[in-house]
């Protein structure tokens, strides 16, 4: 029997994850993480060393049981369009149908996004034979609104391949923007009804300052990197994310799901590990941050481990940064 987990601690510890996207379904938290292979790989800027080939979903009863594994529950093998790479999912559920998005290179090393079904929340889930039609890049995280239009964010900087895609379709040769040039913010698209395809072609979201301006490039402590999710509270839209090279978990708050979103601050200080990446999920009448580090296997990159913490906010809607690390 596996212990109960506690705040701070690794939630598994039989297998590496990462990336963790939990949600409530059917009363228990369900948590969908990449699932990090115990093997060597030289770490590099284009990510090379997440090396993933398959996902396995977590559920916890409540935030203090144990995190159950539910096996494999897809494997790169089964999915027609993917060659490699199965980095950050996410889940969404709409009309009994529960979808497991993910992020994978293709056959041509072009990173896309595909949609994988199940009747149960813990899988197996059977992948569509092809991406979403229109899909790039990395890390998509799914809203479904109180009105049940669902949103897709995505798009990662570097090996998420973002920087390719400014001009359309895909550069191998294109280059982020200068440091006082606006950053690149992440991309959402509306989803068609039955969740398998884009309403419309992605847009960029706005990501400004407290004086209404882009946040620029080389503001690297508040600019877009990867992993986004958006979450309601109290009416509006909070928009949280990495900041990449200054690993930090940063939000921004706005009033449509599209955008435009204003920058507020701090999540999550850096973890242990490069990157680092999170969800954030009310379960009962408490909210909690799911996020990883790499502290269980000593700091190797592509050896990490889903943690969580309790969330809280302020009065004025602001959120009380995180410590991952409160007992040091
Ligand atoms: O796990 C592979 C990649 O690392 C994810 O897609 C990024 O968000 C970062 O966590």
Redesign the pocket.
Known sequence: MTAPVKFNQPIVTHMYT??PSAHVFEGKIYIYP?HDLDHERASNDN?DQ?D?EDYHVLSMDDAASAAVDHGEALHVRDVPWAKQQM??PDAACKNGTYYLFF?ARDHDGIFRIGVATSSSPAGPFAAQPSYLPGSFS??PAVLVDDDDRAYMYFG?LWG?QLEKWQGGTFDPDAEGPAPNEPALGPRVAELSEDMLSFKDAPREIAILDEDGQPILAGDEDRRYF??PWVHRYNGLYYLSY?TGTTHKIVYAVGEHPMGPYTFKGTILTPVIGW?T?HSIVQFRDKWYLFYHDSSLSGGADNKRSVKFAELRYNDDGTIVAIDPYPEK
Do not use: L
Request: hydrophobic share 30%; aromatic share 12%; no cysteine.
């Open positions: 990462a990336d990449s990510g997440y993933m980095w950050a992020p990395i890390d990662g998420g990867e992993g990495s990157t990446h």
